[in-house]
């Protein structure tokens, strides 16, 4: 989602085409994906999920790129408390989704391993996660299934809660750059967050422009302070942090973006995240800059 902002490059725009081809390429049936490609070893115990699913069809939708409806079975996983459960996987709740049933006779083809995999892992088949459904959000937008997602957003915010409010996306920072995603969509209901979490970031920010002393949680800071429209809380030293860490090749250090679960034994990441985030906060601020004729 971050070198949709450099579109205008040709070569951002090509790694895009490349991305959005293998994305559709491995796909699911009915427009469903899942954390894994059939080649891993991990495809046949691993459950569908709405979290990928639904930042796939975002970035497809942007591309312009047709794929299968998926909205109706994202929208049976409706949870009691208005929010979505993070797995596509059989519960005893009542679905009449086709492609809901699809999946659960897959999943029942396998039932060692799938018990094997709710037993040692840390997901749970009920599991509800606020950031899984904030990026539902992003792909759904303002519409009356969503609004528990930005009623849920805001008290989780400002009762302090957000560093347990999803088992898989820990990074604070990571959490208030997807929220202010959907700010920056357009859904100004989590208006109310938009101070709050400013407050919380700004006071991150070291003497050098850092933020923990490493890349990402600075560019991830500069794009959420860009996102909820404060691009004159950014420090130059911020960006010239990012500017004098690159890498001779290009990209910058690699680190962990999202974990197997809150006990963090595990976790995935990797200099393109990295460095597609540092893009991102460099390209904008310098729009940002432009606009509001700040650069030198």
Same mark, same amino acid.
């Given at each position: #989602?971050?070198?949709?902002? #450099?579109?205008?490059? +040709?070569?951002?725009?090509? @790694?895009?085409? %490349? ?6 390429? %491995?796909?699911?049936?009915?427009? @469903? /994906?899942? $954390?894994?490609?059939? *080649? ?18 975002? @970035? ?19 949870? %009691? ?19 809901? /049933? ?14 094997? #995999? ?42 302090? %809660? ?5 088992? /898989?996306?820990?990074?604070? *920072? ?20 938009? +101070? ?15 933020? $923990?002393? $490493? ?37 910058? +250090? ?13 976790? /995935?990441?990797?200099? +393109? ?21 700040? #650069?030198?």
């Amino acid at each position: #989602l971050s070198l949709v902002h #450099l579109r205008s490059f +040709e070569d951002a725009n090509s @790694i895009l085409e %490349k991305a959005s081809k293998f994305l559709k390429e %491995k796909m699911c049936r009915f427009g @469903i /994906w899942q $954390n894994f490609t059939p *080649q891993h070893h991990w495809f046949t115990i691993n459950p569908y999920d709405i979290d990928n699913t639904a930042c796939a069809s975002v @970035i497809l939708e942007k591309m312009g790129i047709d794929f299968p409806s998926n909205k109706k079975t994202l929208l049976s996983l409706k949870s %009691k408390s208005g929010l979505f459960y993070t797995w596509l996987t059989f519960r005893w709740n009542w679905n009449t989704n086709l492609v809901y /049933w699809y999946y659960v006779v897959k999943e029942l083809k396998n039932p060692i391993k799938i018990h094997m #995999l709710w037993k040692y892992f840390e997901c749970d088949r009920d599991d509800v996660d606020l950031i899984v459904n904030n990026n539902l959000l992003l792909y759904f937008g303002e519409i009356k299934e969503t609004q528990q997602i930005i009623n849920s957003l805001i008290t989780t915010i400002l009762e302090n %809660k957000e560093s347990t409010c999803d088992k /898989w996306y820990l990074n604070l *920072q990571t959490i208030y750059y997807f929220i202010s995603k959907n700010y920056h969509k357009g859904i100004k209901k989590i208006e109310p967050i938009r +101070e709050v979490i400013k407050e919380r970031i700004v006071k991150l920010i070291s003497n050098d422009g850092s933020v $923990n002393g $490493n890349s990402m949680d600075t560019a991830l800071v500069i794009c959420t302070l860009l996102n909820f429209d404060f691009p004159k809380e950014i420090p130059e030293a911020s960006i010239q942090f990012l500017i004098d860490n690159q890498k001779p090749s290009g990209a910058w +250090e690699k680190r962990l973006f999202t974990y197997g679960g809150p006990k963090r034994i595990m976790g /995935w990441g990797g200099e +393109e995240i990295t460095t597609a985030i540092c893009l991102e906060a460099i390209h904008r601020y310098s729009e940002a800059s432009i606009r509001n004729n700040t #650069l030198a």
